[in-house]
């Protein structure tokens, strides 16, 4: 067994070893906490980088927590077993032994301290990143629904453009063909009109010349009916088509 000197400053060997791996280990991941706060703030075009990055930075993060926390209970437990070793020898009045324990123990209560307010600061980064990230999602998927329903609407307005001018150009043409038949009826009226005046007009050769010019006004009238029923119907489709 040990001489109790020996075995004091073989508990010291071991609480400075793994203060000093603490420490170096600390450092990293301080660093590690700010790299990855750096990398949250860059935004890229592409989606596969930053997922890979994310993923190895979770990675380290998630592998470096669990180094510092076995460091950690270690160098507790050589602490406490320092400790005990000053009571069971009988060095707790010695203020130097004392001065040495009280020493490790504050190394390694700010380590600790570090160590949980990195972890905490990592931990809250990632967690508002994610939920940034899912409120971007949130926001393009609700503009690529938005623009997909404008589009949608658009499509439907068009469609319904092209009925009502279809149905417009089916009610022109009805008219058309309505207007037609009562042309057809009204040229039939006149024929007979026209043929009972040339029977009054042979008979009575004085009323001759007023059959001749009554012809020719009637003559003029059908020419100008045609033509402005022609003009409305050739307007009317064109707005139709429009």
């Known amino acids: 067994m040990a001489f109790p000197n020996q075995q004091w400053e073989d508990l010291r060997k071991q609480a400075r070893q793994l203060e000093n791996e603490t420490d170096i280990k600390l450092v990293s991941f301080s660093k590690l906490g700010t790299s990855y706060s750096s990398q949250q703030g860059v935004k890229s075009d592409s989606d596969t980088a930053p997922l890979l ?5 979770a990675h380290m993060f998630h592998t470096m927590s669990i180094e510092l926390e076995q460091l950690l209970a270690k160098l507790t437990e050589v602490n406490d077993k320092m400790g005990d070793y000053l009571q069971s020898a009988g060095a707790g009045s010695s203020p130097a032994l004392l001065h040495t324990m009280q020493r490790h123990r504050d190394i390694l209560q700010d380590y600790s301290q570090e160590f949980n307010k990195t972890k905490a600061n990592i931990t809250a980064n990632v967690e508002r990143e994610d939920l940034l990230g899912s409120v971007r999602k949130d926001i393009e998927s609700y503009k690529n629904q938005t623009g997909l329903n404008r589009r949608t609407d658009l499509y439907l307005k068009e469609h319904e453009h092209t009925r009502n001018s279809e149905r417009m150009v089916d009610e022109q043409i009805s008219i058309a063909i309505a207007t037609r038949e009562n042309l057809d009826k009204q040229k039939r009226t006149f024929h007979g009109i026209s043929a009972k005046l040339n029977a009054l007009a042979n008979r009575f050769p004085g009323v001759n010349n007023l ?10 009238d059908s020419i100008i009916i045609g033509l402005v029923i022609s003009v409305c119907l050739i307007l009317m489709l064109l707005y139709a088509l429009h």
């Open 211 to 220: 059959i001749q010019k009554t012809n020719l006004r009637k003559r003029r």
């Open 53 to 57: 990055s994310r993923s190895n930075s």
